[in-house]
């Protein structure tokens, strides 16, 4: 019975540090978009906060509630359950600080402990030395205040603006899902690679309240990052105006997705067949439905991503070769003879 006790108490205060977490997220998000540079030390100190509640809960989800416990509180567990179960009741337990948590996952080589050490986060098809040196400014902007009162400085306000929503878009992101990974929280599947199934965005819009949601995206800082990352996730080399929300965010035919575009803004994504714009001379950045275009007359709608304009696409069905051309022009330079004896103009929407 103690057991079970023990089990209980230990999951809830395990569930209620995922809760704090998030919730001081949301408000935090909020708070910064408000506050004045004189009180923006308040959100860095918030932040570090929500760091070390976030890797408590990810500790305990992933190697143990014990894990986070200090040695006297293990110790008494280990000796004393009777003992242990009152402190938990009595909320007198002690568990690690921000730098031994740090150490455990180095020892444990967690993904997590690499990301704090080096700044560097893997994302994809490449990796993001973003945070390098972020987790350590901010100890010890936040120790310096703390612990001797010292205010920032001018230089360190855009800094800690900036590395705050870097914080959030891609370290503590990843966290949560990493977690919701674990719990099972139910997802669409789209990708092999789950970065691409749960991106970002995707994360802090399940996981946010609307409010700091829609304060954190509205930030140029996180468009300007979002757009980095959709370029290298695009199997072309560049990010597009996605048609659903008009940011530069559009992962157009992203790398072994077999034809999937997905917005790393908004979340929109469809699945598409590429080709060449004859109007704009680009390569892969008209999109068109190639499983309907044969019973359609060969000839269908499309749209380049690249000059934003629609075209028309004609696929010869005797040897597939595929030709775009404007709306009210005409194919220029057959491949082959049956390209143009097969062809028959038409209207399309």
Request: hydrophobic share 35%.
């Amino acid at each position: 019975m103690i057991e079970i006790n023990i089990n209980n108490k230990e999951n809830e205060i395990c569930r209620n540090l995922g809760e704090k977490a998030i919730h001081l997220l949301n408000k935090t998000i909020i708070d910064i978009s408000n506050c004045s540079d004189d009180d923006l030390v308040y959100e860095l100190v918030h932040i570090q906060i929500v760091i070390e509640l976030m890797l408590k809960y990810y500790i305990s989800v992933f190697y143990g509630f014990d894990n986070i416990l200090n040695k006297k509180h293990k110790n008494i567990k280990d000796h004393d359950p009777v003992a242990y179960l009152n402190n938990l009741n009595c909320t007198t337990i002690h568990t690690l600080g921000y730098m031994e948590l740090v150490v455990f996952l180095e020892e444990k080589k967690d993904f997590f402990g690499y990301v704090v050490k080096d700044g560097v986060i893997p994302f994809y098809v490449a990796e993001y030395d973003y945070l390098h040196d972020t987790f350590r400014k901010f100890q010890d902007i936040r120790n310096n205040y703390v612990h001797l009162g010292i205010d920032l400085g001018i230089i360190e306000h855009k800094w800690i603006r900036d590395e705050y929503y870097e914080v959030v878009l891609v370290f503590l992101s990843s966290i949560m899902r990493k977690i919701d990974e674990r719990n099972g929280i139910d997802r669409l599947i789209l990708f092999d690679n789950n970065d691409l199934d749960d991106t970002p965005v995707d994360v802090l819009k399940r996981c946010l309240t609307n409010a700091a949601f829609n304060s954190i995206r509205s930030k140029s800082y996180i468009i300007d990052r979002l757009v980095e990352i959709a370029e290298d996730a695009s199997d072309m080399m560049g990010s597009y105006k996605c048609r659903g929300c008009s940011e530069e965010t559009l992962v157009l035919n992203i790398l072994d997705s077999e034809g999937i575009s997905k917005c790393f803004y908004c979340g929109d994504f469809f699945q598409a067949a590429y080709t060449h714009c004859a109007i704009c001379n680009s390569t892969g950045t008209v999109t068109f439905d190639d499983l309907n275009i044969g019973c359609n007359g060969n000839v269908m709608s499309g749209y380049c991503y690249e000059c934003e304009t629609r075209v028309k696409v004609y696929k010869c069905p005797i040897c597939g070769n595929i030709y775009t051309y404007s709306r009210d022009g005409v194919i220029e330079g057959y491949i082959d003879d049956c390209c143009l004896e097969s062809f028959l103009d038409r209207d399309v929407s």
